[in-house]
């Protein structure tokens, strides 16, 4: 009885895309196509040409950050960054390996100043999840010692820490849960985050509002994903979208979760329990090499929380023009300032998971293809990743961007010479010894 009705509706929904596309395939081929116009084409495409037509995905994307801000770039001995690099390379291509890229970038960017007396902004190039376990996860149970480290280095051969004790100067800090440097959410809020950032700008992929590990004012960024890598996978833009939903990944963590509900809230399993012999869902946690085709072949992909609400799959979605169906309760997007998410993307809550059937096959077909057309917008794509060189409107970019949007520093955090208001002995003890 129900199978009949599904297979109906799929029918429905791809003649329907089908019908449509073809028919705006044809009224417009230079600007429009639904199933991605990205294959043929290197990843920077002119973006110029299309933003005409995108005004609605947010002006603010194509900002041009050179001449808005100059960062001075702490020169720190390698074994804060390229010495840790060189013992495991694998940071150069997990999803935390924006802190390494984005320290290349300033290296030789047009907004870097030499002179520090003239920066906007000061950074500090410290590679805190280049630690990594055998299965190539970052540990960050040294990471606070080595932060605290590298500002004490700075705070004492350079003048410009004392001046507001770090609020002209920014981090990154890709971590799980950030600054607060634990993997596990309960631990992480224990511990907060870490005491001598208080007051520095924090550039992180974490992101969930009224959460102790998210400061006010920091940058919510994308997690890094391999652009080469991705743009290899590219299929022909005319392949139809034939997968309703699609997912892979873990429902359960059971090593971390025996009992289960702790991991991703109990939405991932949640996931599992109502839909895994719905015809519609085409999930699993078995990663085939055509994942990335896959995404170009289907019309939703889940993006459910995790340990953290973040992960790469919603950079993947963006990438492959699959919409995003984000479920995790509070979550900041990355560059949400700059990227209409409501726009391009569905929010379910995560307690709405058992019905997100009758969620998704609700959404009007019309809605599906908006959705579809603001993906296909080149500057969004471009806003999420990291690529090498880096090209206008990338990630790097928008970074810089959010950075000269918080300028001019308020007078106030300039502090009296001598005036402290950083506790340099709080903390747990753990983190207070020597690195
Ligand atoms: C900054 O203040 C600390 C004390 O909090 C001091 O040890 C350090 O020498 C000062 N740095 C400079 C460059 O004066
Ligand atoms: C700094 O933090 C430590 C540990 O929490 C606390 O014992 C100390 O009183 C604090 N110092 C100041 C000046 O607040």
Not at 409 to 430: C, F, M, Q
Request: glycine share 6%; proline share 9%; with cysteine.
């Amino acid at each position: 009885m129900r199978n009949w009705r599904w297979d109906f509706l799929v029918l429905l929904h791809l003649a329907f895309l089908l019908g449509t596309e073809a028919f705006k395939f044809h009224k417009t081929q230079r600007t429009e196509r639904i199933s991605g116009d990205h294959s043929h084409m290197p990843l920077v495409v002119k973006v110029e040409t299309l933003s005409w037509f995108y005004s609605s995905a947010g002006d603010v994307l194509e900002d041009d950050p050179v001449g808005r801000l100059k960062v001075f770039v702490y020169e720190l001995p390698s074994k804060y960054n390229k010495k840790i690099l060189q013992k495991d390379p694998r940071c150069l291509s997990h999803m935390f390996a924006a802190e390494i890229y984005m320290h290349r970038f300033l290296l030789s960017s047009p907004v870097r100043t030499l002179n520090p007396e003239e920066a906007d902004w000061f950074y500090t190039p410290v590679y805190t999840t280049c630690d990594l376990t055998p299965n190539g996860l970052p540990l960050p149970f040294k990471s606070p010692r080595m932060m605290r480290s590298a500002i004490q280095l700075i705070a004492s051969n350079w003048p410009y820490w004392n001046r507001t004790e770090g609020a002209d100067h920014f981090f990154i800090v890709p971590h799980d849960f950030a600054a607060c440097f634990h993997y596990q959410e309960e631990k992480a809020i224990g511990r907060g985050i870490l005491p001598l950032l208080q007051r520095s700008t924090l550039v992180q992929t974490f992101g969930q509002r009224n959460h102790v590990c998210l400061k006010d004012g920091s940058i919510t960024i994308p997690p890094y994903a391999p652009p080469q890598k991705m743009q290899s996978h590219f299929i022909p833009p005319d392949i139809p979208r034939s997968i309703f939903v699609y997912f892979r990944g873990l429902f359960y963590d059971v090593g971390n979760d025996p009992e289960g509900g702790y991991y991703a809230r109990g939405a991932r399993a949640a996931v599992w329990e109502n839909f895994k012999d719905n015809p519609l869902f085409d999930i699993s946690t078995e990663h085939p090499t055509t994942y990335y085709e896959d995404m170009q072949r289907a019309i939703f992909c889940l993006c459910p929380l995790g340990w953290a609400p973040w992960s790469p799959r919603l950079v993947e979605a963006v990438i492959f023009g699959c919409i995003p169906v984000i479920i995790a309760d509070d979550i900041v997007l990355p560059f949400a300032d700059a990227i209409p998410w409501e726009e391009i993307g569905v929010f379910v809550a995560e307690k709405d998971v058992p019905n997100l059937d009758t969620i998704l096959t609700s959404i009007p077909p019309e809605e599906i293809l908006r959705k579809q057309r603001l993906l296909a917008n080149p500057s969004m794509k471009q806003a999420m990743l990291f690529p090498q060189p880096a090209q206008s409107g990338d990630a790097f970019h928008q970074i810089l961007n959010g950075l000269a949007r918080k300028l001019p520093h308020d007078r106030s955090v300039y502090l009296t010479p001598g005036e402290k208001i950083l506790n340099w002995t709080a903390g747990p003890v753990g983190d207070l010894k020597p690195w």
